[in-house]
């Protein structure tokens, strides 16, 4: 049994920063790829960024310059730092793991820029 867990959400105003943590639990050998989709209300749901696990990084246009992701095997956590937030990265997040040839998803946090 996998269990994946985002943290980290809130309300922030424009120009603000969080950072959004997920780890994942329970029977994991390895962890591939890991990463972060997001849903506005109304919107399909996007791609954030992504990670691999050797390191090599994956961003939307619109995110690139503004939000790394990281993550520290050891703790098969990912995290994404999120700055210089606008209106518009409103959204449900979603954490996502590649784990023995399954993605396991979180149950979303959610991030509010709102002045």
């Known amino acids: ?11 922030v105003q424009p ?15 390895s962890i591939n790829a890991m990463g972060w ?13 992504s990670i691999t696990s050797g390191g090599s990084t ?9 939000f790394t992701i ?5 703790k098969n956590t990912v995290y994404l730092q999120m700055n210089s937030l606008k ?8 954490c996502h793991a590649g784990i023995g ?3 396991y998803w979180g149950q979303g946090t959610q991030v509010t820029v709102s002045s």
């Open 15 to 29: 120009g603000g920063s969080l950072r959004l943590s997920c780890a994942a639990s329970g029977s994991i050998f």
């Open 37 to 49: 989709y997001r849903q506005a209300p109304g919107k399909q749901r996007e791609m954030v960024a």
């Open 87 to 94: 209106p518009e990265d409103t959204a449900v997040y979603y």
């Open 58 to 66: 994956n961003y939307a246009d619109s995110v690139k310059g503004r």
């Open 101 to 103: 040839g399954l993605v």
């Open 1 to 11: 049994q996998v269990q994946v867990v985002e943290s980290g959400g809130g309300l």
């Open 70 to 74: 990281s993550r520290d095997n050891a």
